[in-house]
């Protein structure tokens, strides 16, 4: 944990801030702009990668029962997880399909808390930032919107992944605000 602590704290920059409304508004700029370059509910079945481009077979969830569709372009970009790709029928080398399948995924978890007010920012003029600390949360993230508002406020009081992750993951949600609000 010390090293963890140490490492972050060399190399992160505490201060996070994040487009007004959260991260996911990111994703809804792009539904915005380019709704008409955007498939929506395409389930992909089969990505084939030749010498002139890529096609890329989909069945639309909506319709399951609809015929399956096909879309060709020069690039496809994929940020499919590794751990769903390797599902779907693509036409990558043998040792790129046990690559893919080695990649290990990290049990996480994340503890967010609801205060009737901010008092982060009322009482200890926290604006923002993370707190690290050795104890199972292993840090605390202070919201960057709403800043200098009244009223309620909401802050993650838990992240981490790893050995930790396995107790907190295995409680009740209940017993999760607790523990978080015990070592908060």
Request: one cysteine or more.
């Given at each position: 944990?010390?090293?963890?602590?140490?490492?972050?704290?060399?190399?992160?920059?505490?201060?996070?801030?994040?487009?007004?409304?959260?991260?996911?508004?990111?994703?809804?700029?792009?539904?915005?702009?380019?709704?008409?370059?955007?498939?929506?509910?395409?389930?992909?079945?089969?990505?084939?990668?030749?010498?002139?481009?890529?096609?890329?077979?989909?069945?639309?969830?909506?319709?399951?029962?609809?015929?399956?569709?096909?879309?060709?372009?020069?690039?496809?970009?994929?940020?499919?997880?590794?751990?769903?790709?390797?599902?779907?029928?693509?036409?990558?080398?043998?040792?790129?399909?046990?690559?893919?399948?080695?990649?290990?995924?990290?049990s996480s978890y994340k503890v967010g808390l609801e205060f009737k007010r901010r008092f982060w920012e009322e009482d200890e003029w926290i604006y923002g930032g993370i707190t690290y600390t050795d104890l199972p949360i292993t840090q605390i993230s202070y919201p960057s919107q709403d800043l200098?508002?009244?009223?309620?406020?909401?802050?993650?009081?838990?992240?981490?992944?790893?050995?930790?992750?396995?107790?907190?993951?295995?409680?009740?949600?209940?017993?999760?605000?607790?523990?978080?609000?015990?070592?908060?």
């Open positions: 944990a010390d090293i963890y602590n140490n490492y972050t704290v060399h190399v992160h920059q505490p201060a996070m801030f994040q487009p007004v409304g959260g991260m996911g508004k990111i994703g809804d700029a792009f539904t915005r702009e380019c709704r008409d370059m955007i498939t929506f509910n395409a389930k992909v079945t089969k990505i084939n990668q030749d010498e002139t481009g890529v096609t890329v077979d989909y069945i639309n969830t909506d319709n399951p029962e609809s015929m399956r569709k096909s879309v060709r372009a020069d690039w496809c970009i994929c940020t499919i997880p590794l751990s769903i790709l390797t599902q779907i029928d693509i036409n990558v080398s043998e040792p790129m399909k046990q690559a893919m399948a080695a990649v290990p995924y990290d200098f508002s009244s009223g309620s406020g909401v802050l993650l009081g838990a992240y981490g992944f790893g050995e930790a992750s396995y107790k907190f993951n295995s409680l009740t949600p209940k017993e999760r605000i607790s523990a978080a609000l015990e070592y908060g």
